[in-house]
C-alpha cells in the first residue's frame, strides 16, 4: 500500500484560463483540465493527450517493461513516467477516480475481506476465550484445595494455563498469513481480490493462459 501511495503524483501543471500553467495540486484537477507533462514527469491523472508525442513508461500499472509510444487521442495514465517528449492531456476523471487510485482501494478492500476460515475462527473465538479464562480459574481453585499448592504456586500453574491455551494465535494466524501474501503479491504486480480468493488458489491443479 505504501509503495501504490508513492506512485500517486505529488503536483501538476494545469493550463488556466489566461493560458498560463500553473502548478496545483493533483487532487483540485477535475474533468476537462488541460495538464502539461515534461519529460521525466508523471502523469497527474487519467487523460487524453490533445498535444505532443512521447514514449510512456507504464510498468507501475501493467509491470511491462517496454515503453509505449503515444500520441494524440491516445489515453495515459496517472502515476506512469513521462519519457522524452512534453505531452498536453485533457483530464478525464478526477485524481479519486484514477486506475492507480482504483488499485490502491482494490488492494485495502482485499485487506479487509475475511475469508470463510477466518469467519468461521471469528465466532469461535469468542467462547473459546472465555472457556479459556473459565478454565484457568476453576484451575487455579483445584490446584490449591485438591493439589495442595499454595496460592503463589496455584497462581503461576493457572497462569501458565492459561497462557499456553490462549487463543491470540488460533485468531492471529490467518489474518496474518493472507495479510502476507496478499501484500507479496502486490508487490509483484499481482493483484487479489481478497483473503477467499486466495484460499481458493490453494486448491486450483490447473491453469489455462490465453
Not at 495538464?35 to 500499472?61: F, H, K, W, Y
Amino acid at each position: 500500500v505504501s509503495r501504490l501511495k508513492r506512485l500517486m503524483p505529488k503536483n501538476a501543471m494545469r493550463r488556466d484560463k489566461s493560458n498560463q500553467w500553473i502548478a496545483v495540486d493533483p487532487e483540485e484537477l477535475v474533468s476537462n483540465d488541460v495538464v502539461l507533462v515534461r519529460p521525466g514527469e508523471t502523469v497527474p491523472a487519467d487523460g487524453i493527450i490533445i498535444d505532443g508525442q512521447s514514449d510512456i513508461d507504464q510498468s507501475t500499472l501493467t509491470g511491462e517493461s517496454l515503453p509505449r509510444t503515444v500520441g494524440v487521442g491516445d489515453q495515459v495514465f496517472a502515476g506512469t513516467m513521462n519519457a522524452n517528449g512534453a505531452l498536453e492531456v485533457k483530464v478525464s476523471r478526477p485524481v479519486s477516480e484514477s486506475s492507480i487510485q482504483r488499485i490502491l482501494k482494490l488492494v485495502l478492500e482485499a485487506q479487509e475481506t475475511r475469508q470463510p476460515l477466518q469467519r468461521v475462527i471469528d465466532k469461535v473465538s469468542a467462547p473459546y476465550a472465555v472457556s479459556v479464562m473459565l478454565g484457568s480459574l476453576a484451575a487455579f481453585v483445584l490446584f490449591h484445595f485438591i493439589g495442595e499448592l499454595s496460592w503463589v504456586d496455584a497462581g503461576y500453574r493457572a497462569i501458565t494455563l492459561l497462557v499456553v491455551c490462549s487463543p491470540c494465535a488460533l485468531v492471529i494466524a490467518t489474518p496474518t498469513a493472507t495479510l502476507c501474501g496478499l501484500s507479496r503479491a502486490a508487490r509483484a504486480g499481482v493483484l487479489i481480490k481478497g483473503g477467499d480468493a486466495l484460499e481458493r488458489l490453494a486448491g486450483i491443479t490447473r491453469v489455462a493462459l490465453d
